[in-house]
């Protein structure tokens, strides 16, 4: 496996954290669990597929676009944390080193 493609498997393995972590008010989860007796599946019975390579337009900029450009996007008005913004639209600060 290439550098490259180690960093980029990387870097979605933490995007996928950190929209995970992100605590938006706005986004709640809207699920409602199959009636009994039902046909879907269950969460764990559904198959789960990975992609051979990652692509960053294809599997990381949809995660970022849903569920984290609303806080830490372009628009310096809603970016959070006030007191020091993340910026996660630029790769020189989504790569910033930063304080915990």
Same mark, same amino acid.
């Given at each position: 496996?290439?550098?490259? =493609?180690?960093?980029? /498997?990387?870097?979605?393995?933490?995007?996928?954290?950190? $929209?995970?972590?992100?605590?938006?008010?706005?986004?709640? $989860?809207?699920?409602?669990?199959?009636?009994?007796?039902?046909?879907?599946? /269950? *969460?764990?019975?559904? *198959?789960?597929?990975?992609?051979?390579?990652?692509?960053?337009?294809?599997?990381?900029? +949809?995660?970022?676009?849903?569920?984290?450009?609303?806080?830490?996007? +372009?628009? /310096?008005?809603? =970016?959070?944390?006030?007191?020091? +913004?993340? =910026?996660?639209?630029?790769?020189?600060?989504?790569?910033?080193? =930063?304080?915990?």
């Amino acid at each position: 496996m290439s550098l490259k =493609r180690i960093a980029i /498997s990387s870097a979605a393995a933490s995007l996928i954290l950190l $929209a995970g972590a992100c605590k938006r008010a706005s986004v709640q $989860a809207n699920v409602t669990p199959p009636a009994a007796g039902s046909s879907s599946a /269950s *969460p764990e019975n559904v *198959p789960i597929t990975l992609p051979e390579e990652v692509s960053f337009n294809e599997h990381i900029q +949809p995660i970022l676009s849903e569920y984290c450009y609303h806080c830490h996007g +372009p628009d /310096s008005g809603t =970016r959070k944390p006030k007191d020091a +913004p993340l =910026r996660l639209d630029r790769p020189e600060e989504a790569f910033k080193l =930063r304080e915990n």
